[in-house]
C-alpha cells in the first residue's frame, strides 16, 4: 500500500497474532511502527510470549454477547 495503515483491528486473537508475524516479517515493530488490536482476550494472548506487550485485548463475555 501507498500509505501503510498505523493500526489493525483483528476480529480474533489468533488474526492479530498473524499480523504481528506479517509484520515482523516486513521489518515493521509492533506497536511503533503500526498497533494491532485482538478481540478475545484468550488466555495466550496475555501469557508469557511474545504476543503480550504488543496486542490490545478486548475481553469478550461470550454469555453476554448475543443477549437481546
Known amino acids: 500500500l501507498p500509505d501503510r495503515p498505523t493500526a489493525v483491528?483483528?476480529?480474533r486473537d489468533e488474526q492479530a497474532f498473524g499480523v504481528i508475524e506479517a509484520a515482523?516479517?516486513?521489518g515493521l515493530v509492533v506497536p511503533r511502527d503500526v498497533s494491532v488490536v485482538g478481540f478475545e482476550d484468550?488466555?495466550?494472548a496475555s501469557g508469557?510470549?511474545?504476543f503480550q506487550d504488543?496486542?490490545?485485548r478486548i475481553h469478550t463475555n461470550h454469555d453476554d454477547?448475543?443477549?437481546v
Request: glycine share 6%; no cysteine.
Open 65 to 67: 454477547l448475543f443477549v
Open 54 to 56: 504488543v496486542v490490545v
Open 9 to 11: 483491528f483483528a476480529g
Open 24 to 26: 515482523r516479517v516486513a
Open 48 to 50: 508469557d510470549n511474545d
Open 42 to 44: 484468550l488466555p495466550v
